[in-house]
Structures are given as structure tokens and as C-alpha cells.
């Protein structure tokens, strides 16, 4: 004879779920609870009870020769699956998990992604039927804002009703195969009752399958670990960002931090919870809000609460209230809690703020006692060794062999993403000599769970990081992102890596169709090649390659570029800047042809059909490389197209350009010769033709300048206070008035 099967369907992060199966626990006393959740964790589940504060998440991962990929199954206070877990434990009961592993999951990097995706019709008639956004509000309005009395029939209806009319697909067939089997042995097992706890979604097809299931006792066996494949599983702190679906979480119940608060306080104090978080965040962040407004906006939400037919204001109830009271202008876009995702851009800061005050800024905490990766520990170890924890400001010299192992360290931990870790300055690129380097380090919460899940990469920092860098490379197919990859792993003292990196740069390099970011890829390798002897690339004769055919290239696509008086490109200038860089240090040692570059300069220089901005980089071109160039003689009168064209010279050859008092003498009479109307007409471009000289540079210039004018204060004409656009615009008004005054013979009046 079987023992008695309690199959709870729930809504995953639902407090009212969760108090049901708090309900069902103390109600039947099971002998055994079973929890929809990773299958290979049960016999860990002790790990779960040592004492954590809650949200926490077992971490899953999965790694062989294609590919990583990870999944999480988290909980918090609320969590049905926790309470299960937990009182379930107390009550005596054998816990266990009986879902597949989820290494066996093929798409789903949450274990608990709701199966919404796959009942939107019927959800969809529900929404209309109780005019409702989504299914959140929905929801709300069904379960959490309703009293307790009842709620197992409602589930049980809500979920007959949308499972009714689903298509499973073949992944939730399999799990629901293999967790009725599970819950038929220990139900054939017949020691006392069981409590089967899974989502909603899923609750139907398991009692169908009950109803034929076998009545073998033993426990179903663990599915075979694929050959040459190695999966793991941690626990790892989690937090209510995370878990927030308008911060991109699919599962469960948005807002985590006002369900928190209506898990133990209730929905009267959730409510007024709510507009205390929001209106303090408010505050703080230096917005008006009076003591008019929240009465208001409590008012608004009781209100909207009797017309919902809610007991007490709900979450969208008091949200609504809340913009109603505290937003007088017009909102660009939908409310974000009347549709599920992320916060979308540019959304009123007001509702930011409320997003925020609902999310909640818990961080979840694991007990001491937690086992971890052995990485989380060599990390620590290897940080406080090298004199890099606690929070501090670093300051490196890579030429000492000691600093140029922290730089690499922290290196990797940056290109992990690990949280608190953060480069200030240093060199930039490849493209920068310099053997000074500035890190900000800060102690973060978050950085156990980042290094825990950096493990699943790999069991070294120098493994895990690389592993991180081949998927980021695999993943990018533009020459420019593959040579910032290899700069990386330079950086990270991935030798290995950045061999394979360069390899794949150079078959970039040979079909770049773009100069953009061909002209990257070149100022990488050039500067690898060139000076890079701390991070070991030197004279690489495989780098050496990179350049030589990049400067090639280069010049071919840049001859070829049309296209009349279009505004300056930058990404271009600087690729012919690297051009320049590539002939003049590294012609020589890698046999790049001068003449080349000169003659395709000078035809750019030359060719009205091509952009101002490269015929200013094609003059500057051969400048920077020794070509004797009377610049002042070249400068286009048009202003339409003068700052394009400086754009272009000033990039490839600011250094000539600052050395030539003639060329001043002539920007100076062109720029003061324009009408106010010309001036604000070039002044964007201009700007931006100035921006290629770094801030010492353009000082040396204004000096140049108010010299030739009688001298003066160079930096005051640096540090306007008034914004140059506006003035500008001022004089270009007061011009136009006064030739309609002229035009009307007012003018001397």
C-alpha cells in the first residue's frame, strides 16, 4: 500500500506559495519532502542548512571542449523551495531534490525559469479577462493580495488552467518523467506521507503520471556525466538584484524587496514599507517630496485597492498611487511594471528610484563552514601575499618583476569581472611606453559569488581567465575586438593565449574590409611588437607579420574610401595615425615601404571626392613621414568643411602641426574671419579637431595664440566657463539682428 502523495505546485519566489507549503509541512508531518531542484546536490542538501542568510543559489556548471555554460537555482526567505527545505528538515522529513541535474539542461541558465513562455495564450485571456497588464500583476491580484483561505484551490485552478493547453516540450518531459519517478518510490517506500513541492506549471503532468507510475521503492539513479566533461556545483551568495526581473531575472516574482517585506510583515506593512523605501530613496537623492504628497499617494493607492477588489494596496496599487502623486510631467514610456524585462533607458527618475525601493539592497551571506572551489582560497591566499587586499590604492612599476606579478593578478581578476577591482590608468592599448599603472581596490560582498563562478572556468586564475578570453574570442569575429583580446591576455601574462590571439588577429587582419577597426588591430600589434618587452611580445616576428600587413592594408582600404564632405570619422584617423606609426618606428625591421604610404597620402591629400578629414590626415600622412608640406597653403577656406579637414591633419601629424607658426598665423586669420553664423556653423568639428591634442598640447597651442595677439593668460582661454556653443549661438543672434536693422536703416539708432 502506497503512502499518501501531496503534490504542491507553486510559483517560484511567491510568498503566498511559500506559507501553503509551510502550511502542508506542519499539516501532514511528511516522511519525505521533495523539492523540484538539481537531483546530483541531494546528498549536499546539508550544506544548505548550515545557517545561511538567504538569497543564496546552488551555482551548476558544465564544461567540455565546446563550451561553459552554468546555471543557478536560487533561493530566498520566500522561496517555496526553501521553506520546503527547511521546515521540511525540522519536521524530521528526508529532503531531497528530484529534478534533473542542471548540467542537463540545454538552454535554461536558471533551473527555476518559469515556464511562462510556453502558456502565454491562456495567460494572455486571463490578463484580458481581469484587465491586467501581465502575469505579475495578474498574479498579484489572484494570490499574494488576496487572504490565505483558499488558495490551494486557486492554485490548483490557475494552473489546470494554463498547463491545460500548453505543448511541453521534450526538455520539460524528460524532467517530468524523471520527478515522478522519484516521487512514486518514495511514495511505494510507505513510511509516512509525501510532500512533492514543484512549480505550478509541472503539477498537472505529475499527477497523470502518478496515477500509472510503477511502485519500484528505489530511487531513481543520477544520469551519466557525458565523457571528457566536468560539471560541478557550489553554493554561492546571491542578491536581490539578481533576482529582480527588471533587472533581466526571467523567474520567479519581480521586486524581491517588497515580497520580503510582505513574507514577514504582511501586505498592510509591505504597502507602507513601499512608499517609505520610496520616498527615503528620494529624499536622499535630493528630490521633493512633502508630507501633501504621501498623503496623497497613499490615498491613491487605497483607492485604486477598493476599485481592484484588493483587502489591502498591492504592489502596482501603491506604485500607482506613488507616480500618480509624485510625476506632473509626461511620461515617455509604459510604466515598467506593466510589462516584465529590464528598466528600459531613459525612463523618469522618480520610477527609477520606485524600481529601485522595490528591488532591495540584500545581499545574501553563506556560512563560514561553506565549502568553495579551491580557487576562492588561492585567490585570497595569493592576494594578501602580493600585498593586494583589503581596500587600498595601488601603484605599480611593471618594470619590477614583483609589481609586474600583481599586475598580472589583478589582470585576470579584472578580466573575470571580478566586483572591487579596478584600473585606474596605465598603459593603453599596446600603443603607450609606459611602465606606470594605478589600481583602486575596494572589498565588495559580491566578490565571493564572482570568484566561486570564475572557478567553473577553470581551477587556476591564470586558466580561468584565459578560458574567459577564448570564449569572449570566440563570440567576436571584428579584427579590433580579437586584438583588444590580445592585449588582454599580454597583460594577464597568458603567453600561450596570446599566441593562439595573434594567430587569429592575423587572418583578421588579411580580410578586413573596414578600416576602423583594422586600424585598431594595427595599433595593438604595433605597440606589442614595438615596446611591449614587460609583457614578453618584443619583437615577436608573428607580430612583426600582423603589422606589416595590416600597414598594408590599411592603405588600400583608405584609398578607397569616397564619399564628398562627410563629417570626420575618428576611428579612421586614428587607423592612419597607426599607419604613420607602423612606417616611421617600424619600416625599417619589417620592411614597410615609405614611398608607399607617401604616394597614397599624397593622392588622398589630393582627391576632392574623398572626405575632408582623410585628405587632412593624407597631407598629414606625408608630413608626419618627411614629405617637405607647406601646410598653411593647403588649409580649405570653406568652413564647412574646415574642422574635418584639421581633424584629419591634426591626427596624424599634431606634432609637426604644433611646430609650424605659419599654420597658426593662418587657423587664426581663417577662424576670425568667419561670420558668427560660419563660426557656429564649423565650431562642432573644430572641437572635435582639437580633442586629437592631448590637454598639455592644446595649452602650447592657446600659449601660440594669445602670444600672436599680445600675449595673455593661455590657460583662461582653455578654462571658459560659459559653454562655447552657446556663445556662439549668442553672437550669431546678435549678427543676425543687427543686419535686420541694417536692412530696416535702424542700425544707427
Same mark, same amino acid.
Given at each position: 500500500?502506497?503512502?499518501?502523495?501531496?503534490?504542491?505546485?507553486?510559483?517560484?519566489?511567491?510568498?503566498?506559495?511559500?506559507?501553503?507549503?509551510?502550511?502542508?509541512?506542519?499539516?501532514?508531518?511528511?516522511?519525505?519532502?521533495?523539492?523540484?531542484?538539481?537531483?546530483?546536490?541531494?546528498?549536499?542538501?546539508?550544506?544548505?542548512?548550515?545557517?545561511?542568510?538567504?538569497?543564496?543559489?546552488?551555482?551548476?556548471?558544465?564544461?567540455?571542449?565546446?563550451?561553459?555554460?552554468?546555471?543557478?537555482?536560487?533561493?530566498?526567505?520566500?522561496?517555496?523551495?526553501?521553506?520546503?527545505?527547511?521546515?521540511?528538515?525540522?519536521? /524530521? %522529513?528526508?529532503?531531497?531534490?528530484?529534478?534533473?541535474?542542471?548540467?542537463?539542461?540545454?538552454?535554461?541558465?536558471?533551473?527555476?525559469?518559469?515556464?511562462?513562455?510556453?502558456?502565454?495564450?491562456?495567460?494572455?485571456? !486571463?490578463?484580458? %479577462?481581469?484587465?491586467?497588464?501581465?502575469?505579475?500583476?495578474?498574479?498579484?491580484?489572484?494570490?499574494?493580495?488576496?487572504?490565505?483561505?483558499?488558495?490551494?484551490?486557486?492554485?490548483?485552478?490557475?494552473?489546470?488552467?494554463?498547463?491545460?493547453?500548453?505543448?511541453?516540450?521534450?526538455?520539460?518531459?524528460?524532467?517530468?518523467?524523471?520527478?515522478?519517478?522519484?516521487?512514486?518510490?518514495?511514495?511505494?517506500?510507505?513510511?509516512?506521507?509525501?510532500? &512533492?513541492?514543484?512549480?505550478?506549471?509541472?503539477?498537472?503532468?505529475?499527477?497523470?503520471?502518478?496515477?500509472?507510475?510503477?511502485?519500484?521503492?528505489?530511487?531513481?539513479?543520477?544520469?551519466?556525466?557525458?565523457?571528457?566533461?566536468?560539471?560541478?556545483?557550489?553554493?554561492?551568495?546571491?542578491?536581490?538584484?539578481?533576482?529582480?526581473?527588471?533587472?533581466?531575472?526571467?523567474?520567479?516574482?519581480?521586486?524581491?524587496?517588497?515580497?520580503?517585506?510582505?513574507?514577514?510583515?504582511?501586505?498592510?506593512?509591505?504597502?507602507?514599507?513601499?512608499?517609505?523605501?520610496?520616498?527615503?530613496?528620494?529624499?536622499?537623492?535630493?528630490?521633493?517630496?512633502?508630507?501633501?504628497?504621501?498623503?496623497?499617494?497613499?490615498?491613491?493607492?487605497?483607492?485604486?485597492?477598493?476599485?481592484?477588489?484588493?483587502?489591502?494596496?498591492?504592489?502596482?496599487?501603491?506604485?500607482?498611487?506613488?507616480?500618480?502623486?509624485?510625476?506632473?510631467?509626461?511620461?515617455?514610456?509604459?510604466?515598467?511594471?506593466?510589462?516584465?524585462?529590464?528598466?528600459?533607458?531613459?525612463?523618469?527618475?522618480?520610477?527609477?528610484?520606485?524600481?529601485?525601493?522595490?528591488?532591495?539592497?540584500?545581499?545574501?551571506?553563506?556560512?563560514?563552514?561553506?565549502?568553495?572551489?579551491?580557487?576562492?582560497?588561492?585567490?585570497?591566499?595569493?592576494?594578501a601575499a602580493l600585498g593586494l587586499d583589503g581596500d587600498r590604492d595601488v601603484r605599480l612599476d611593471l618594470a619590477d618583476a614583483g609589481d609586474l606579478r600583481r599586475s598580472r593578478v589583478l589582470h585576470r581578476l579584472r578580466v573575470l569581472g571580478i566586483p572591487g577591482v579596478e584600473r585606474k590608468s596605465g598603459p593603453s592599448a599596446g600603443r603607450d611606453a609606459t611602465a606606470a599603472e594605478r589600481w583602486q581596490l575596494t572589498t565588495s560582498d559580491r566578490r565571493e559569488a564572482a570568484l566561486i563562478e570564475a572557478a567553473a572556468r577553470g581551477g587556476t586564475l591564470a586558466d580561468a581567465a584565459a578560458t574567459t578570453l577564448v570564449g569572449l574570442a570566440d563570440g567576436r569575429n571584428e579584427v579590433g575586438a580579437l586584438a583588444a583580446l590580445l592585449?588582454?591576455?599580454?597583460?594577464?601574462?597568458?603567453?600561450?593565449?596570446?599566441?593562439?590571439?595573434?594567430?587569429?588577429? &592575423?587572418?583578421?587582419?588579411?580580410?578586413?574590409?573596414?578600416?576602423?577597426?583594422?586600424?585598431?588591430?594595427?595599433?595593438?600589434?604595433?605597440?606589442?611588437?614595438?615596446?611591449?618587452?614587460?609583457? /614578453?611580445?618584443?619583437?615577436?616576428?608573428?607580430?612583426?607579420?600582423?603589422?606589416?600587413? &595590416?600597414?598594408?592594408?590599411?592603405?588600400?582600404?583608405?584609398?578607397?574610401?569616397?564619399?564628398?564632405?562627410?563629417?570626420?570619422?575618428?576611428?579612421?584617423?586614428?587607423?592612419?595615425?597607426?599607419?604613420?606609426?607602423?612606417?616611421?618606428?617600424?619600416?625599417?625591421?619589417?620592411?614597410?615601404?615609405?614611398?608607399?604610404?607617401?604616394?597614397?597620402?599624397?593622392?588622398?591629400?589630393?582627391?576632392?571626392?574623398?572626405?575632408?578629414?582623410?585628405?587632412?590626415?593624407?597631407?598629414?600622412?606625408?608630413?608626419?613621414?618627411?614629405?617637405?608640406?607647406?601646410?598653411?597653403?593647403?588649409?580649405?577656406?570653406?568652413?564647412?568643411?574646415?574642422?574635418?579637414?584639421?581633424?584629419?591633419?591634426?591626427?596624424?601629424?599634431?606634432?609637426?602641426?604644433?611646430?609650424?607658426?605659419?599654420?597658426?598665423?593662418?587657423?587664426?586669420? !581663417?577662424?576670425?574671419?568667419?561670420?558668427?553664423?560660419?563660426?557656429?556653423?564649423?565650431?562642432?568639428?573644430?572641437?572635435?579637431?582639437?580633442?586629437?591634442?592631448?590637454?598639455?598640447?592644446?595649452?602650447?597651442?592657446?600659449?601660440?595664440?594669445?602670444?600672436?595677439?599680445?600675449?595673455?593668460?593661455?590657460?583662461?582661454?582653455?578654462?571658459?566657463?560659459?559653454?562655447?556653443?552657446?556663445?556662439?549661438?549668442?553672437?550669431?543672434?546678435?549678427?543676425?539682428?543687427?543686419?535686420?536693422?541694417?536692412?530696416? /536703416?535702424?542700425?544707427?539708432?
Amino acid at each position: 500500500m502506497a503512502a499518501p502523495v501531496h503534490v504542491v505546485g507553486v510559483r517560484h519566489h511567491s510568498p503566498a506559495c511559500a506559507r501553503l507549503v509551510r502550511e502542508t509541512i506542519a499539516a501532514h508531518r511528511p516522511a519525505h519532502v521533495l523539492i523540484e531542484g538539481p537531483a546530483d546536490f541531494s546528498g549536499r542538501i546539508g550544506e544548505l542548512l548550515l545557517g545561511h542568510t538567504p538569497p543564496v543559489a546552488i551555482f551548476g556548471y558544465v564544461r567540455d571542449a565546446a563550451r561553459t555554460r552554468l546555471s543557478w537555482a536560487p533561493f530566498c526567505d520566500y522561496s517555496p523551495e526553501w521553506i520546503a527545505l527547511t521546515d521540511g528538515h525540522a519536521a /524530521g %522529513a528526508e529532503v531531497r531534490f528530484i529534478d534533473l541535474p542542471g548540467w542537463r539542461a540545454t538552454e535554461t541558465e536558471n533551473v527555476y525559469a518559469d515556464a511562462e513562455r510556453r502558456y502565454a495564450e491562456a495567460s494572455e485571456r !486571463l490578463c484580458a %479577462a481581469f484587465a491586467v497588464d501581465n502575469t505579475d500583476v495578474l498574479w498579484d491580484h489572484l494570490v499574494e493580495a488576496h487572504p490565505h483561505e483558499g488558495l490551494a484551490e486557486r492554485l490548483t485552478t490557475y494552473f489546470d488552467l494554463v498547463r491545460g493547453e500548453a505543448d511541453a516540450g521534450a526538455e520539460d518531459t524528460a524532467r517530468e518523467e524523471y520527478m515522478a519517478r522519484w516521487i512514486a518510490a518514495a511514495a511505494a517506500r510507505d513510511d509516512g506521507p509525501v510532500v &512533492a513541492v514543484v512549480g505550478g506549471f509541472h503539477r498537472p503532468a505529475l499527477l497523470a503520471r502518478l496515477a500509472t507510475a510503477d511502485t519500484d521503492p528505489a530511487w531513481p539513479a543520477l544520469p551519466d556525466v557525458p565523457a571528457d566533461t566536468e560539471v560541478g556545483s557550489y553554493l554561492v551568495p546571491y542578491s536581490n538584484r539578481r533576482l529582480d526581473a527588471f533587472t533581466g531575472y526571467a523567474s520567479g516574482m519581480p521586486s524581491p524587496g517588497y515580497y520580503q517585506r510582505l513574507w514577514e510583515s504582511g501586505p498592510k506593512d509591505a504597502a507602507t514599507g513601499l512608499v517609505a523605501d520610496v520616498v527615503t530613496r528620494l529624499r536622499q537623492r535630493r528630490q521633493t517630496v512633502s508630507t501633501a504628497d504621501l498623503i496623497s499617494a497613499t490615498a491613491l493607492a487605497e483607492g485604486l485597492a477598493a476599485l481592484r477588489g484588493h483587502p489591502h494596496p498591492a504592489r502596482t496599487d501603491v506604485l500607482d498611487g506613488l507616480v500618480s502623486a509624485l510625476v506632473s510631467d509626461a511620461l515617455e514610456q509604459p510604466l515598467p511594471w506593466s510589462a516584465r524585462g529590464p528598466l528600459a533607458a531613459g525612463a523618469h527618475p522618480v520610477v527609477v528610484e520606485m524600481v529601485a525601493a522595490l528591488t532591495g539592497d540584500r545581499t545574501g551571506r553563506l556560512h563560514p563552514d561553506t565549502p568553495a572551489p579551491p580557487l576562492v582560497g588561492a585567490v585570497a591566499a595569493e592576494l594578501a601575499a602580493l600585498g593586494l587586499d583589503g581596500d587600498r590604492d595601488v601603484r605599480l612599476d611593471l618594470a619590477d618583476a614583483g609589481d609586474l606579478r600583481r599586475s598580472r593578478v589583478l589582470h585576470r581578476l579584472r578580466v573575470l569581472g571580478i566586483p572591487g577591482v579596478e584600473r585606474k590608468s596605465g598603459p593603453s592599448a599596446g600603443r603607450d611606453a609606459t611602465a606606470a599603472e594605478r589600481w583602486q581596490l575596494t572589498t565588495s560582498d559580491r566578490r565571493e559569488a564572482a570568484l566561486i563562478e570564475a572557478a567553473a572556468r577553470g581551477g587556476t586564475l591564470a586558466d580561468a581567465a584565459a578560458t574567459t578570453l577564448v570564449g569572449l574570442a570566440d563570440g567576436r569575429n571584428e579584427v579590433g575586438a580579437l586584438a583588444a583580446l590580445l592585449y588582454d591576455a599580454a597583460l594577464c601574462g597568458l603567453a600561450d593565449l596570446a599566441g593562439d590571439l595573434t594567430t587569429r588577429v &592575423a587572418a583578421g587582419v588579411r580580410s578586413a574590409r573596414e578600416l576602423a577597426p583594422l586600424g585598431a588591430a594595427l595599433r595593438v600589434a604595433l605597440g606589442l611588437w614595438r615596446h611591449d618587452r614587460l609583457l /614578453g611580445t618584443a619583437g615577436s616576428p608573428l607580430l612583426g607579420t600582423v603589422v606589416t600587413t &595590416a600597414t598594408t592594408r590599411a592603405l588600400w582600404l583608405a584609398e578607397g574610401i569616397r564619399g564628398g564632405d562627410t563629417p570626420a570619422e575618428p576611428a579612421r584617423l586614428r587607423a592612419l595615425a597607426a599607419v604613420r606609426d607602423a612606417v616611421r618606428d617600424g619600416g625599417a625591421a619589417l620592411d614597410l615601404d615609405r614611398e608607399l604610404a607617401v604616394g597614397v597620402g599624397g593622392r588622398l591629400f589630393a582627391n576632392q571626392d574623398v572626405p575632408p578629414d582623410l585628405r587632412g590626415a593624407g597631407l598629414g600622412l606625408c608630413w608626419a613621414l618627411g614629405e617637405p608640406v607647406t601646410a598653411a597653403d593647403a588649409v580649405p577656406r570653406s568652413p564647412s568643411v574646415l574642422g574635418d579637414w584639421l581633424a584629419g591633419l591634426f591626427a596624424v601629424a599634431r606634432e609637426e602641426v604644433l611646430d609650424d607658426d605659419g599654420l597658426t598665423a593662418v587657423l587664426d586669420e !581663417l577662424v576670425s574671419a568667419l561670420t558668427a553664423h560660419d563660426f557656429l556653423a564649423a565650431l562642432p568639428a573644430l572641437r572635435q579637431a582639437f580633442e586629437f591634442f592631448p590637454p598639455a598640447e592644446r595649452e602650447r597651442f592657446a600659449t601660440a595664440l594669445v602670444t600672436r595677439r599680445g600675449g595673455g593668460s593661455a590657460r583662461a582661454l582653455l578654462r571658459v566657463r560659459a559653454d562655447p556653443v552657446l556663445v556662439a549661438s549668442g553672437a550669431a543672434i546678435e549678427e543676425a539682428i543687427d543686419e535686420m536693422l541694417t536692412r530696416a /536703416g535702424l542700425a544707427d539708432l
